[in-house]
Structure formats: structure tokens, C-alpha cells
């Protein structure tokens, strides 16, 4: 079933924006694969409890009610990061290190409101030895808050050794989940460091994100680096709970500066692009998409279909976007198109192509009833299934994505819910309509653009 997942990003004069990752910083194919099973999670689950140092995977065992067994089990995993064809690896580059660090704090947070839950993240590194093809125990990392766990840890890395790289035909890091201690579900707290957390029922999800960074280090010198955001959900006691086949991950960050606002003349202007210019899409946002794996085949034909519009329901139309003064409702109101700029090459650099689509605000998306089929909009960016082989020589799919999106203004005002087209701009934001010179009202223009992404 074709499911529209819909993200806002809100266009502001001076507003604030993103990541982007380096796909192939090593010279190695490298890749991250995201678990279904804990990407969105019940916060009161008692699966996913305490580990030790050096645990060893685990993949048959339920895990439920099971803290310090010597392993970690595969339902407990959010992910895992590798790199291939290590034994290939120029030392020049330097040492490996891995690092994964909380964007704000280790918290599972409803937003708009106190309601928080402690978390942690532990890591454990592997690596494939060359030759006799052992899997062996690199080290790892407990992260967070943890029952038993510093808040402040000796190290929060895990490095390894230009000159052990070679050693291996593949290293991999499976980061795995820890929310202990557990939610009192009586009291709708979790009790940690001699505070109270306290939850509330919700049908909001819970939301963290961390980022993973691998750089390589020669001496004092970062030669190379590649960071993956990963953006975390969880729910509790919620009315009901729906489940897709794959979730998707969107990270979005906006610009510095969009539009700019003329100190000397009050007048409004496009960074790096005149009003005029229809064709030269000016970026206001970076963006970044991963999904859950699913188990695939090598040539997955399964795909995720992404598109902006005016609207918060992606079923409606919401017409064109324009950009409206904030407080000055006769203030002319600037017609926009918006374009998604895709690389669309996950990790696989060798088979990368940028794709733009341009968008005018009024696409919609139809889901699939009993009679009708589900209707993407004309308009989409398609994204194509990234596989992995894994152990157990399984195949994975996931979808991954980055990008940026941009806009840039038609030369059409809307007078009346009617778009006129200007003439004569400059770039003060001055311009003649119906042969009369005028300029932008004073003050900040704002828009929102929604994200759909729809996912099978």
C-alpha cells in the first residue's frame, strides 16, 4: 500500500539551513543499512536493555527482559555502518575513527512539550579478516544515559589503525539501541540519576537524531570524512499504530540566508539570483533521505516517489506557492516555482546522476482505494533501491537520497488570486506592473513547501 509521508520546510528571510555527506570519502564502498524493527520503537519496550563490553551478535534470540548477557541481539540493532573492500585501503589516509554523537542530547522528545525519555546507543565494531575469513571483535562504545553507564566516557570513539585496516575485507559498526533503565508505565516516568523523566500517551511520535561520523586521520590532519544523520522515532501507548513496509528518514536543513531584505532601501532581494532570472533555482534547504532495509534482491525494482506542493494533505492541492508578507496582507504576494535537485546516489558513487524537478505547488498524490488504483502526480522524483549483500549472503534494499531544494520567483504577483506577470525587476525588488513602477513592500516574506514522500 502506497503511503505519503509529509514534511514541512518554512521559507523565512534570514532563516537558518544543511549536511551533506561525502559518498565515497575512502576511496572504498561504503554504505548504512537501517533496521525496520527498531527504527520506530515503543518507548516502553524492555527489549532492548544493557549490554557489556565486547558482546557478541546474537541472531535468533528475543532479547525481552534480557540485560548483560555477553551479546547483542539483531532485533536490538538500529543499524549498521560498513566499509568493503578494506583490505584494499590506501594507510596513507590515516587511522579509521568512528564517532557517533547525539544532534541535541540523548532524549526521545515530544515536540512542543517536556515529555522525555533517555536513551542510549551502544556500538560494536567488526571486521572480516582476510585469509581464514573470521569475524572478529574491533571494540565498542556505550553511549548515552545508561543505567550504568559514565555520562562522561574515557572515549567516545572507536579507532582503528591505518596499519590494521588492511587486515580485513570488510569492517562494519552495528550500533544497537539501550533504553535502560525501563519506562515505570504506572507513573509514565523513567527514573535515572535520581531524576524523574516523565512520558504521556501520544499519537505524535517521539523523535531523536544522532549522526555517525567516520573520518580517516593521519597525524593532526582529517583527510577524509563521511557523516550519516539518522533521525529516530518512538511511540507510547498510543490510540493505534500503523506500520509500513519501510519507514523513511528525512533530514532537512535550511540555508543561512534565502532572501535578503535591503538594509538601505527596505527592498527584497533573491540571494545569488534576480527576481527575474524564472530558470536559476536559488537553494534554500539541503536534504537527506534513508529508510529501513528490507530484505530485497540484487535488482530491486521497488522504488520511493518524492514531491514538493502548497499543501499539508498531499491528496489536496493548495495551488501555486507564493511568498506573502508576514504582517501586510496587501503587500504583493511573489509567485515561486520549487525544484528538488537530487544526487540520487546513496552510496554508490559509480552510478550517481542528478535529477531536477520542478514543481509549481500543486501536485497531489491519490492512495489507492477499493476501486481505484493509487496516482502520483505528474511531477515526482523517483528514487531507486540501494542493495547490499549482507551475512548470511542476503540481500537488502534501502532507499537513499541527497539533495538540495531551490526556488525561484516566475515574475508573477498575485493580485486578486489572479497571477500578473512584472516586468522590469531589479535586483532591490523593484518592478512595473500595469505601467507603474513599484517596490516590495518592507518587512519579511514567508512560505512553507511540503515534503511528501511516498513509500510502497
Known amino acids: 500500500m502506497k503511503k505519503a509521508l509529509t514534511l514541512i520546510l518554512t521559507m523565512l528571510i534570514l532563516s537558518t539551513l544543511l549536511w551533506a555527506a561525502d559518498p565515497a570519502p575512502y576511496n572504498l564502498t561504503s554504505y548504512i543499512r537501517l533496521y525496520d524493527a527498531s527504527f520506530s520503537v515503543d518507548l516502553a519496550s524492555n527489549k532492548f536493555l544493557s549490554h557489556v563490553e565486547g558482546s557478541t551478535y546474537n541472531s535468533n534470540t528475543n532479547p525481552s527482559g534480557l540485560r548483560k548477557t555477553g551479546f547483542y541481539y539483531q532485533s536490538q540493532e538500529l543499524g549498521v555502518v560498513g566499509l568493503s573492500d578494506t583490505n584494499k585501503y590506501d594507510t596513507e589516509l590515516g587511522d579509521i575513527v568512528f564517532t557517533i554523537t547525539p544532534d541535541s542530547d540523548w532524549f526521545y522528545k515530544l515536540a512542543g512539550s517536556d515529555y522525555r ?76 540519576m535520581d531524576n524523574d523523566y516523565f512520558i504521556t500517551a501520544s499519537d505524535r511520535s517521539y523523535t531523536s537524531a544522532v549522526t555517525i561520523t567516520i573520518n580517516t586521520v593521519n597525524g593532526e590532519t582529517v583527510t577524509k570524512s563521511v557523516s550519516f544523520p539518522i533521525h529516530l522515532e518512538g511511540f507510547y501507548k498510543p490510540s493505534e499504530f500503523e506500520k509500513t513496509t519501510v519507514t523513511a528518514s528525512f533530514t532537512i536543513t535550511r540555508v543561512a540566508e534565502i532572501l535578503r531584505l535591503d538594509g538601505a532601501t527596505g527592498l527584497l532581494s533573491m540571494v545569488n539570483a534576480s527576481p527575474s532570472s524564472g530558470s536559476d533555482f536559488t537553494t534554500i534547504a539541503d536534504y537527506t533521505l534513508n529508510t529501513s532495509a528490507v530484505t530485497g534482491s540484487q535488482n530491486d525494482t521497488r522504488k520511493i516517489r518524492m514531491f514538493l506542493s502548497s499543501s499539508n494533505d498531499a491528496k489536496v492541492s493548495g495551488g501555486r506557492f507564493v511568498l506573502k ?20 546516489k546513496g552510496h554508490a558513487p559509480e552510478s550517481s546522476s542528478t535529477k531536477i524537478v520542478v514543481f509549481d505547488g500543486t501536485d497531489t498524490f491519490t492512495p489507492k482505494t477499493e476501486s481505484t488504483d493509487y496516482a502520483l502526480p505528474a511531477n515526482h522524483l523517483v528514487i531507486d533501491a540501494t542493495t547490499t549483500k549482507q551475512k548470511t549472503n542476503t540481500w537488502y534494499a534501502s532507499w537513499v537520497d541527497t539533495g538540495s531544494i531551490g526556488i525561484a520567483l516566475t515574475g508573477e504577483i498575485l493580485q486578486n488570486g489572479v497571477p500578473v506577470t512584472a516586468t522590469g525587476w531589479t535586483s532591490q525588488g523593484v518592478y512595473t506592473l500595469g505601467g507603474n513602477t513599484r517596490a516590495l513592500t518592507k518587512g519579511e516574506y514567508k512560505s512553507t513547501i511540503y515534503i511528501h514522500v511516498v513509500t510502497f
Request: hydrophobic share 40%; proline share 4%; net charge negative.
Open 325 to 344: 508578507h508576514e504582517k501586510d496582507a496587501s503587500a504583493p504576494q511573489l509567485l515561486f516555482n520549487a525544484a528538488m535537485i537530487s544526487e540520487n
Open 117 to 192: 525519555r533517555p536513551y542510549g546507543i551502544d556500538v560494536f565494531a567488526r571486521g572480516r579478516t582476510v585469509g581464514d575469513n573470521k569475524e572478529v571483535d574491533l571494540g565498542s562504545l556505550r553511549l548515552g544515559y545508561q543505567s550504568d553507564v559514565s555520562l562522561a566516557p574515557e572515549t567516545t570513539t572507536i579507532v582503528i589503525s591505518a596499519a590494521d585496516v588492511r587486515k580485513y575485507s570488510g569492517i562494519w559498526w552495528d550500533f544497537v539501541l539501550v533504553m535502560d533503565p525501563e519506562v515505570d508505565t504506572v507513573e509514565d516516568c523513567t527514573r535515572f
